[in-house]
Protein backbone atom coordinates (compact mmCIF):
# COMPACT_ATOMS: atom_id res chain seq x y z
CA UNK A 1 0.00 0.00 0.00
CA UNK A 2 1.11 3.82 -0.08
CA UNK A 3 0.80 5.88 2.48
CA UNK A 4 0.97 9.70 2.11
CA UNK A 5 2.55 12.05 4.95
CA UNK A 6 2.56 15.93 4.47
CA UNK A 7 4.81 18.03 7.27
CA UNK A 8 4.27 21.65 6.87
CA UNK A 9 7.87 23.22 6.28
CA UNK A 10 9.51 26.64 5.83
CA UNK A 11 9.03 26.50 1.90
CA UNK A 12 5.41 25.15 1.87
CA UNK A 13 4.47 21.35 2.42
CA UNK A 14 6.65 18.43 2.06
CA UNK A 15 5.44 15.33 0.94
CA UNK A 16 6.67 11.54 1.20
CA UNK A 17 5.65 8.65 -0.17
CA UNK A 18 6.46 5.06 0.72
CA UNK A 19 5.47 1.69 0.04
CA UNK A 20 4.58 0.23 3.71
CA UNK A 21 5.21 -3.47 4.20
CA UNK A 22 3.87 -5.74 7.14
CA UNK A 23 7.15 -4.99 8.99
CA UNK A 24 6.89 -1.12 8.93
CA UNK A 25 2.92 -1.36 9.53
CA UNK A 26 3.65 -3.01 12.84
CA UNK A 27 6.71 -0.67 13.51
CA UNK A 28 4.29 2.26 13.12
CA UNK A 29 1.60 0.36 15.34
CA UNK A 30 3.52 -0.54 17.66
CA UNK A 31 5.14 3.46 18.18
CA UNK A 32 1.65 4.77 17.64
CA UNK A 33 -2.18 2.91 18.22
CA UNK A 34 -3.28 2.40 21.58
CA UNK A 35 -6.09 0.23 21.67
CA UNK A 36 -8.78 0.12 23.79
CA UNK A 37 -9.53 -2.42 26.72
CA UNK A 38 -6.02 -3.31 26.79
CA UNK A 39 -3.07 -3.83 28.69
CA UNK A 40 -0.40 -2.58 25.89
CA UNK A 41 2.24 -4.59 27.29
CA UNK A 42 1.10 -7.38 25.49
CA UNK A 43 1.82 -6.04 22.44
CA UNK A 44 5.21 -6.60 22.63
CA UNK A 45 4.81 -10.14 22.59
CA UNK A 46 1.15 -10.48 20.81
CA UNK A 47 0.76 -7.36 18.43
CA UNK A 48 -2.19 -7.37 17.16
CA UNK A 49 -3.69 -9.22 14.01
CA UNK A 50 -4.00 -6.87 11.15
CA UNK A 51 -7.42 -7.99 9.06
CA UNK A 52 -7.34 -7.09 5.74
CA UNK A 53 -11.19 -8.28 4.62
CA UNK A 54 -14.04 -9.69 5.44
CA UNK A 55 -16.81 -12.38 3.87
CA UNK A 56 -19.80 -13.63 5.55
CA UNK A 57 -18.74 -15.05 8.83
CA UNK A 58 -15.20 -14.98 8.03
CA UNK A 59 -11.75 -12.70 8.34
CA UNK A 60 -8.31 -12.62 6.62
CA UNK A 61 -5.69 -10.91 7.80
CA UNK A 62 -3.02 -9.64 5.92
CA UNK A 63 -1.06 -12.86 5.16
CA UNK A 64 -4.12 -14.38 4.13
CA UNK A 65 -5.19 -16.71 6.72
CA UNK A 66 -8.33 -17.10 7.27
CA UNK A 67 -10.46 -17.04 11.03
CA UNK A 68 -14.10 -17.67 11.70
CA UNK A 69 -15.01 -14.44 13.16
CA UNK A 70 -16.68 -15.91 16.76
CA UNK A 71 -17.69 -12.40 18.38
CA UNK A 72 -19.07 -10.87 15.36
CA UNK A 73 -16.67 -7.96 15.83
CA UNK A 74 -17.83 -7.17 19.27
CA UNK A 75 -21.53 -8.29 19.17
CA UNK A 76 -22.65 -5.96 15.86
CA UNK A 77 -21.64 -8.25 12.85
CA UNK A 78 -25.16 -8.94 12.70
CA UNK A 79 -25.02 -10.26 8.55
CA UNK A 80 -21.47 -11.00 8.72
CA UNK A 81 -19.06 -9.29 6.85
CA UNK A 82 -19.28 -8.01 3.38
CA UNK A 83 -23.11 -8.47 2.87
CA UNK A 84 -24.08 -7.49 -0.42
CA UNK A 85 -27.43 -5.67 0.59
CA UNK A 86 -26.18 -3.62 3.55
CA UNK A 87 -22.62 -2.78 0.90
CA UNK A 88 -25.35 -1.76 -1.40
CA UNK A 89 -27.41 0.16 0.75
CA UNK A 90 -24.36 2.27 1.86
CA UNK A 91 -23.28 2.52 -2.08
CA UNK A 92 -26.49 3.96 -2.73
CA UNK A 93 -26.41 6.71 -0.16
CA UNK A 94 -23.30 7.30 -0.82
CA UNK A 95 -23.72 8.32 -4.16
CA UNK A 96 -26.29 11.18 -1.98
CA UNK A 97 -24.47 12.32 0.69
CA UNK A 98 -22.33 11.02 3.37
CA UNK A 99 -22.86 13.39 5.96
CA UNK A 100 -24.91 16.69 6.63
CA UNK A 101 -25.59 17.70 10.64
CA UNK A 102 -28.70 16.57 12.20
CA UNK A 103 -28.78 19.87 13.72
CA UNK A 104 -31.82 22.12 12.03
CA UNK A 105 -31.30 19.87 9.03
CA UNK A 106 -32.58 16.43 8.11
CA UNK A 107 -32.39 13.62 5.20
CA UNK A 108 -34.31 10.70 4.27
CA UNK A 109 -32.86 7.54 5.97
CA UNK A 110 -32.47 9.40 9.64
CA UNK A 111 -36.38 10.14 9.05
CA UNK A 112 -37.45 6.59 8.07
CA UNK A 113 -34.87 5.08 10.30
CA UNK A 114 -36.83 7.08 12.87
CA UNK A 115 -40.02 5.77 12.02
CA UNK A 116 -38.91 2.03 11.51
CA UNK A 117 -37.75 2.16 15.14
CA UNK A 118 -40.94 3.44 16.05
CA UNK A 119 -43.03 0.79 14.60
CA UNK A 120 -41.03 -1.97 15.74
CA UNK A 121 -40.56 -0.71 19.62
CA UNK A 122 -43.32 -1.27 22.27
CA UNK A 123 -46.57 1.14 21.85
CA UNK A 124 -45.89 4.68 22.75
CA UNK A 125 -42.03 4.72 22.09
CA UNK A 126 -42.27 7.39 18.94
CA UNK A 127 -39.25 9.82 19.82
CA UNK A 128 -35.86 9.13 18.73
CA UNK A 129 -32.57 10.75 19.67
CA UNK A 130 -29.82 9.36 17.52
CA UNK A 131 -25.92 9.11 18.73
CA UNK A 132 -22.98 7.24 17.93
CA UNK A 133 -22.42 4.21 20.25
CA UNK A 134 -24.35 2.44 23.12
CA UNK A 135 -22.74 4.48 26.26
CA UNK A 136 -24.21 7.61 24.72
CA UNK A 137 -27.22 6.05 24.33
CA UNK A 138 -27.57 5.39 28.21
CA UNK A 139 -25.83 8.99 28.78
CA UNK A 140 -29.20 10.75 26.88
CA UNK A 141 -31.71 8.57 28.69
CA UNK A 142 -30.21 9.42 31.95
CA UNK A 143 -30.60 13.56 31.32
CA UNK A 144 -33.54 12.98 29.67
CA UNK A 145 -34.91 11.10 32.91
CA UNK A 146 -33.21 13.88 34.90
CA UNK A 147 -34.02 16.85 32.93
CA UNK A 148 -37.95 15.75 32.81
CA UNK A 149 -38.01 15.51 36.84
CA UNK A 150 -37.17 19.18 36.75
CA UNK A 151 -39.18 20.12 34.09
CA UNK A 152 -42.23 18.62 35.91
CA UNK A 153 -41.66 20.27 39.15
CA UNK A 154 -40.03 17.67 40.66
CA UNK A 155 -36.26 18.10 41.05
CA UNK A 156 -35.74 15.92 44.39
CA UNK A 157 -35.99 12.63 41.68
CA UNK A 158 -31.93 12.48 41.36
CA UNK A 159 -31.23 8.85 41.85
CA UNK A 160 -31.37 5.54 39.85
CA UNK A 161 -31.69 2.18 41.02
CA UNK A 162 -29.59 -0.51 38.89
CA UNK A 163 -27.98 -4.08 38.62
CA UNK A 164 -24.66 -5.56 40.43
CA UNK A 165 -22.67 -6.38 37.80
CA UNK A 166 -24.25 -4.22 35.46
CA UNK A 167 -22.03 -2.54 32.45
CA UNK A 168 -24.13 0.21 30.52
CA UNK A 169 -20.52 1.72 28.89
CA UNK A 170 -17.65 3.98 29.49
CA UNK A 171 -18.83 7.53 29.64
CA UNK A 172 -19.50 8.71 33.51
CA UNK A 173 -23.11 8.98 33.44
CA UNK A 174 -23.16 5.23 32.18
CA UNK A 175 -20.15 4.62 34.80
CA UNK A 176 -22.11 5.39 37.39
CA UNK A 177 -24.68 2.86 36.43
CA UNK A 178 -22.54 0.00 35.76
CA UNK A 179 -21.19 -2.08 38.08
CA UNK A 180 -17.90 -3.41 36.24
CA UNK A 181 -15.18 -3.90 38.83
CA UNK A 182 -12.03 -3.24 37.47
CA UNK A 183 -13.07 -1.45 34.26
CA UNK A 184 -14.40 1.61 36.37
CA UNK A 185 -12.97 1.78 39.68
CA UNK A 186 -10.24 4.05 39.25
CA UNK A 187 -13.21 6.41 38.34
CA UNK A 188 -15.67 5.55 40.85
CA UNK A 189 -14.84 9.22 42.57
CA UNK A 190 -16.14 10.68 39.92
CA UNK A 191 -19.63 8.87 39.34
CA UNK A 192 -22.92 9.55 40.93
CA UNK A 193 -23.63 7.11 43.72
CA UNK A 194 -26.27 4.67 42.37
CA UNK A 195 -28.81 2.09 44.44
CA UNK A 196 -28.44 -1.43 43.43
CA UNK A 197 -30.10 -4.57 43.48
CA UNK A 198 -29.10 -7.68 43.29
CA UNK A 199 -28.35 -9.77 39.59
CA UNK A 200 -30.91 -12.31 39.75
CA UNK A 201 -29.60 -16.46 39.00
CA UNK A 202 -30.47 -18.40 35.89
CA UNK A 203 -29.27 -21.31 34.02
CA UNK A 204 -30.66 -22.23 30.56
CA UNK A 205 -29.30 -24.48 27.53
CA UNK A 206 -30.91 -24.50 24.25
CA UNK A 207 -34.39 -23.02 26.04
CA UNK A 208 -34.50 -25.41 28.57
CA UNK A 209 -34.51 -23.86 32.14
CA UNK A 210 -32.20 -25.12 34.90
CA UNK A 211 -32.27 -22.61 37.19
CA UNK A 212 -33.69 -19.44 37.84
CA UNK A 213 -34.16 -17.35 40.96
CA UNK A 214 -35.23 -13.37 40.54
CA UNK A 215 -36.84 -13.28 44.44
CA UNK A 216 -34.05 -11.83 46.03
CA UNK A 217 -33.57 -8.68 43.36
CA UNK A 218 -37.73 -7.87 43.52
CA UNK A 219 -37.46 -7.99 47.25
CA UNK A 220 -34.73 -5.67 47.42
CA UNK A 221 -36.38 -3.46 44.48
CA UNK A 222 -39.55 -3.57 46.75
CA UNK A 223 -37.76 -2.12 49.82
CA UNK A 224 -35.92 0.64 47.75
CA UNK A 225 -39.22 1.54 45.78
CA UNK A 226 -41.56 1.41 49.52
CA UNK A 227 -38.73 3.26 51.29
CA UNK A 228 -37.92 6.15 48.88
CA UNK A 229 -39.97 5.68 45.52
CA UNK A 230 -39.95 9.35 45.17
CA UNK A 231 -36.36 10.11 45.09
CA UNK A 232 -35.86 7.78 42.05
CA UNK A 233 -35.59 9.08 38.53
CA UNK A 234 -35.65 5.76 36.63
CA UNK A 235 -34.30 2.23 36.78
CA UNK A 236 -31.40 1.30 34.08
CA UNK A 237 -31.29 -2.98 33.02
CA UNK A 238 -30.05 -4.86 30.85
CA UNK A 239 -32.47 -7.69 29.94
CA UNK A 240 -32.25 -11.10 29.42
CA UNK A 241 -28.26 -11.07 29.30
CA UNK A 242 -25.81 -8.95 31.16
CA UNK A 243 -23.11 -9.19 28.48
CA UNK A 244 -19.76 -7.88 30.24
CA UNK A 245 -20.87 -9.52 32.87
CA UNK A 246 -19.83 -12.40 31.12
CA UNK A 247 -22.95 -12.92 29.64
CA UNK A 248 -24.73 -13.54 32.81
CA UNK A 249 -28.49 -14.66 32.17
CA UNK A 250 -31.44 -13.08 33.50
CA UNK A 251 -34.54 -15.17 34.31
CA UNK A 252 -37.26 -14.83 31.51
CA UNK A 253 -40.09 -12.38 33.35
CA UNK A 254 -37.74 -10.56 35.42
CA UNK A 255 -37.66 -7.29 33.09
CA UNK A 256 -41.56 -7.87 33.36
CA UNK A 257 -41.83 -8.19 36.96
CA UNK A 258 -39.51 -4.60 37.04
CA UNK A 259 -41.64 -2.44 34.62
CA UNK A 260 -44.50 -3.41 36.74
CA UNK A 261 -43.32 -2.10 40.16
CA UNK A 262 -41.75 0.77 38.38
CA UNK A 263 -45.27 1.48 36.54
CA UNK A 264 -46.94 1.95 40.20
CA UNK A 265 -44.00 3.78 41.74
CA UNK A 266 -43.98 6.25 38.92
CA UNK A 267 -40.16 5.41 38.28
CA UNK A 268 -38.97 5.72 34.86
CA UNK A 269 -37.53 2.50 33.57
CA UNK A 270 -34.63 2.63 31.23
CA UNK A 271 -34.03 -0.55 28.97
CA UNK A 272 -30.63 -1.08 27.56
CA UNK A 273 -30.99 -3.51 25.07
CA UNK A 274 -27.43 -2.12 22.94
CA UNK A 275 -26.46 -5.43 23.32
CA UNK A 276 -29.63 -8.28 22.91
CA UNK A 277 -32.02 -6.28 20.30
CA UNK A 278 -32.33 -6.99 16.58
CA UNK A 279 -32.53 -11.15 16.81
CA UNK A 280 -29.10 -11.74 18.80
CA UNK A 281 -31.45 -13.72 21.66
CA UNK A 282 -34.48 -14.21 19.25
CA UNK A 283 -36.93 -11.85 19.47
CA UNK A 284 -36.13 -8.47 17.53
CA UNK A 285 -36.49 -6.99 20.89
CA UNK A 286 -36.38 -8.28 23.99
CA UNK A 287 -38.66 -5.67 25.94
CA UNK A 288 -41.28 -6.55 23.06
CA UNK A 289 -40.85 -10.18 23.76
CA UNK A 290 -41.70 -9.51 27.52
CA UNK A 291 -45.08 -6.98 27.05
CA UNK A 292 -42.84 -4.22 28.66
CA UNK A 293 -43.13 -0.58 26.89
CA UNK A 294 -40.65 1.44 28.52
CA UNK A 295 -40.09 5.06 29.19
CA UNK A 296 -36.63 4.70 26.95
CA UNK A 297 -34.97 2.22 25.17
CA UNK A 298 -31.78 2.43 23.88
CA UNK A 299 -29.76 0.35 21.06
CA UNK A 300 -26.80 0.53 19.32
CA UNK A 301 -24.10 -2.54 18.36
CA UNK A 302 -26.05 -4.35 15.81
CA UNK A 303 -28.42 -0.98 15.02
CA UNK A 304 -26.19 -0.85 11.86
CA UNK A 305 -25.40 -4.54 11.46
CA UNK A 306 -21.42 -3.74 12.17
CA UNK A 307 -21.01 -1.06 9.32
CA UNK A 308 -20.72 1.76 11.01
CA UNK A 309 -20.97 3.77 14.05
CA UNK A 310 -24.86 4.40 15.37
CA UNK A 311 -27.29 4.65 18.53
CA UNK A 312 -30.42 5.56 19.00
CA UNK A 313 -32.24 6.58 22.38
CA UNK A 314 -35.89 6.24 22.15
CA UNK A 315 -38.41 8.16 24.18
CA UNK A 316 -42.60 7.95 24.88
CA UNK A 317 -44.75 10.58 23.59
CA UNK A 318 -45.34 11.71 26.86
CA UNK A 319 -41.65 12.26 28.21
CA UNK A 320 -40.85 14.28 24.75
CA UNK A 321 -44.31 16.61 24.80
CA UNK A 322 -42.60 17.80 28.40
CA UNK A 323 -39.91 19.17 26.73
CA UNK A 324 -42.02 21.14 24.29
CA UNK A 325 -42.08 24.99 25.25
CA UNK A 326 -41.19 28.43 24.20
CA UNK A 327 -37.34 29.20 23.44
CA UNK A 328 -36.43 31.18 26.41
CA UNK A 329 -37.82 28.74 28.61
CA UNK A 330 -34.84 26.63 28.32
CA UNK A 331 -36.71 23.04 28.28
CA UNK A 332 -35.33 21.84 25.16
CA UNK A 333 -32.56 18.66 25.74
CA UNK A 334 -29.09 20.39 24.85
CA UNK A 335 -27.47 17.37 23.77
CA UNK A 336 -25.80 16.31 20.35
CA UNK A 337 -22.93 14.94 18.29
CA UNK A 338 -21.38 15.73 15.61
CA UNK A 339 -22.11 12.94 13.44
CA UNK A 340 -25.86 12.48 14.61
CA UNK A 341 -28.16 10.66 12.68
CA UNK A 342 -25.33 10.05 10.23
CA UNK A 343 -27.12 9.32 6.94
CA UNK A 344 -24.87 6.55 5.47
CA UNK A 345 -25.79 4.43 8.99
CA UNK A 346 -29.27 5.31 9.38
CA UNK A 347 -29.09 3.53 5.18
CA UNK A 348 -27.58 0.82 6.40
CA UNK A 349 -28.94 0.20 9.43
CA UNK A 350 -32.45 0.11 7.66
CA UNK A 351 -31.12 -2.40 5.18
CA UNK A 352 -30.03 -4.60 8.46
CA UNK A 353 -33.50 -4.33 10.12
CA UNK A 354 -35.32 -5.53 7.11
CA UNK A 355 -32.83 -8.48 6.48
CA UNK A 356 -33.12 -9.49 10.19
CA UNK A 357 -36.93 -9.82 9.91
CA UNK A 358 -37.02 -11.45 6.74
CA UNK A 359 -34.79 -13.61 8.58
CA UNK A 360 -36.71 -14.58 11.59
CA UNK A 361 -39.91 -14.58 9.07
CA UNK A 362 -38.06 -17.49 7.30
CA UNK A 363 -37.47 -19.67 10.13
CA UNK A 364 -33.66 -19.57 9.78
CA UNK A 365 -33.04 -16.95 13.25
CA UNK A 366 -34.89 -19.82 14.53
CA UNK A 367 -32.52 -22.84 12.77
CA UNK A 368 -29.42 -21.10 13.40
CA UNK A 369 -30.26 -20.59 17.55
CA UNK A 370 -31.42 -24.13 17.45
CA UNK A 371 -27.95 -25.07 16.20
CA UNK A 372 -26.09 -22.96 18.54
CA UNK A 373 -27.99 -24.32 21.35
CA UNK A 374 -27.15 -27.79 19.87
CA UNK A 375 -23.63 -27.27 19.98
CA UNK A 376 -23.53 -25.62 23.88
CA UNK A 377 -25.59 -29.56 24.99
CA UNK A 378 -22.44 -31.23 23.30
CA UNK A 379 -19.76 -29.29 24.39
CA UNK A 380 -21.70 -29.41 28.25
CA UNK A 381 -21.42 -32.96 27.78
CA UNK A 382 -17.34 -33.10 26.83
CA UNK A 383 -16.27 -30.74 28.81
CA UNK A 384 -15.38 -31.56 32.47
CA UNK A 385 -17.32 -29.92 35.60
CA UNK A 386 -15.07 -27.16 36.53
CA UNK A 387 -15.72 -25.63 33.50
CA UNK A 388 -19.56 -23.90 33.09
CA UNK A 389 -21.01 -23.08 30.17
CA UNK A 390 -24.45 -21.01 29.82
CA UNK A 391 -26.39 -20.20 26.32
CA UNK A 392 -29.36 -17.96 24.92
CA UNK A 393 -29.89 -17.10 21.75
CA UNK A 394 -26.83 -16.95 19.67
CA UNK A 395 -25.25 -15.56 22.73
CA UNK A 396 -23.01 -17.91 24.89
CA UNK A 397 -19.94 -18.09 27.44
CA UNK A 398 -17.61 -20.64 28.55
CA UNK A 399 -16.33 -20.27 32.11
CA UNK A 400 -12.65 -21.50 32.63
CA UNK A 401 -11.56 -22.97 36.13
CA UNK A 402 -10.90 -19.66 38.17
CA UNK A 403 -6.88 -18.89 38.64
CA UNK A 404 -4.75 -16.45 39.64
CA UNK A 405 -5.82 -12.62 37.59
CA UNK A 406 -1.76 -12.77 36.06
CA UNK A 407 -2.81 -16.18 34.71
CA UNK A 408 -4.43 -14.71 31.85
CA UNK A 409 -6.49 -17.90 30.98
CA UNK A 410 -9.02 -16.74 28.71
CA UNK A 411 -6.22 -14.40 26.64
CA UNK A 412 -4.15 -17.87 26.45
CA UNK A 413 -6.91 -19.77 25.16
CA UNK A 414 -7.64 -17.14 22.62
CA UNK A 415 -4.47 -16.94 20.89
CA UNK A 416 -4.29 -20.71 20.96
CA UNK A 417 -7.77 -20.60 19.23
CA UNK A 418 -6.65 -18.35 16.89
CA UNK A 419 -3.94 -21.14 15.73
CA UNK A 420 -7.32 -23.21 15.02
CA UNK A 421 -8.55 -20.34 12.95
CA UNK A 422 -11.03 -18.95 15.29
CA UNK A 423 -11.01 -15.56 16.70
CA UNK A 424 -12.74 -14.67 19.82
CA UNK A 425 -11.99 -12.39 22.90
CA UNK A 426 -12.25 -13.70 26.09
CA UNK A 427 -13.46 -11.27 28.86
CA UNK A 428 -10.80 -12.46 32.16
CA UNK A 429 -11.22 -16.20 32.68
CA UNK A 430 -14.87 -16.68 30.53
CA UNK A 431 -15.13 -17.23 26.80
CA UNK A 432 -17.84 -15.03 25.02
CA UNK A 433 -19.29 -16.43 22.02
CA UNK A 434 -21.43 -14.33 20.13
CA UNK A 435 -21.46 -15.40 16.54
CA UNK A 436 -23.07 -13.92 13.78
CA UNK A 437 -26.63 -14.73 13.27
CA UNK A 438 -26.06 -15.99 9.88
CA UNK A 439 -23.19 -18.66 11.01
CA UNK A 440 -24.12 -22.20 9.17
CA UNK A 441 -24.31 -25.53 11.43
CA UNK A 442 -21.07 -25.86 9.38
CA UNK A 443 -19.85 -23.45 10.88
CA UNK A 444 -20.49 -24.03 13.78
CA UNK A 445 -19.03 -27.89 13.68
CA UNK A 446 -16.08 -25.94 12.75
CA UNK A 447 -15.72 -23.75 15.61
CA UNK A 448 -16.96 -26.67 18.56
CA UNK A 449 -14.05 -28.69 16.72
CA UNK A 450 -11.96 -25.71 16.92
CA UNK A 451 -13.01 -25.01 20.79
CA UNK A 452 -12.37 -29.16 21.59
CA UNK A 453 -9.23 -29.31 20.42
CA UNK A 454 -7.69 -26.18 21.79
CA UNK A 455 -9.19 -27.40 25.37
CA UNK A 456 -7.03 -30.53 24.10
CA UNK A 457 -3.91 -28.82 23.34
CA UNK A 458 -3.68 -26.86 26.83
CA UNK A 459 -4.75 -29.84 29.13
CA UNK A 460 -8.27 -29.10 29.94
CA UNK A 461 -9.39 -32.73 28.22
CA UNK A 462 -7.17 -35.86 28.22
CA UNK A 463 -6.25 -36.38 24.57
CA UNK A 464 -7.60 -39.54 22.63
CA UNK A 465 -6.13 -42.21 20.55
Request: charge should be negative; proline fraction near 5%.
Amino acid sequence: MDCVMEFPGEMGTASYVGAINGTDLDRLDAAHVWYPFTQMRDHDTHPALRIDRGEGCWLWDHTGRKYLDGNASIWTALHGHGDPDLNRALIDQLGKVAHSTYLGLGHAPGTCLAAKLAEISPSGLDRVFYSDNGSSAVEIALKLSFQYWQLTGQPERRRVIALESAYHGDTFGAMSVGDSGVFHQRFRPWCFPVDRIPSPGCEEHAGAVLHEDMAVSLEALDRLLSEKSHEFAALILEPWVQGAAGMRLQPRGFLRAVSQRCRAHGVHLIVDEVFVAFGRCGPLLVCLEEGVAPDFLCLAKGLAGGYLPLAATLASETIYQVFIGEFGACKAFFHGHTFTGNPLATAVALKSIEKVEAYRDSGRLGEAINAFGELFWRLRRQLPPPIRLRQRGLVGAIDLPPGNLNHRRGLRFCLALRECGVLLRALGDSLLLVPPLIISREELLFLEHALLATFTRLGYLERTA
